[in-house]
């Protein structure tokens, strides 16, 4: 009769980036280890920075489509036939 080796089920942390096994026990030990502690809150960190990046851009691209909006409104007051037109198409488009 032979024997023949077979491996543990294996757990995959995505964080870490490594393998262990896959023994309920094993996983809470790595879980609660502070490599994956500090992954986990570096990946939170990472991710809280990126959302705050991603609304300033969006409040600065508003801000600088309203200032566009301000000088065409101001431009069109100036010229009487384009203003009809202009200042409709401007309150009518939605920069959102
Ligand atoms: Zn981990």
């Given at each position: 009769m032979t024997t023949y080796w077979i491996s543990n089920k294996k757990y995959w942390?995505?964080?870490?980036?490594i393998w262990c096994d896959a023994k309920l026990s094993q996983i809470k030990k790595h879980k609660s280890g502070n490599k994956h502690k500090e992954k986990y809150k570096n990946l939170i960190d990472r991710n809280r920075k990126i959302k705050y990046t991603q609304e300033n851009n969006d409040q600065n691209r508003l801000l600088e489509l309203n200032k566009i909006r301000k000088k065409a409104l101001v431009s069109f007051k100036m010229k009487p036939r384009a203003s009809l037109i202009g200042t409709f198409l401007l309150k009518n488009i939605n920069f959102k």
């Open positions: 942390c995505k964080m870490c980036k």
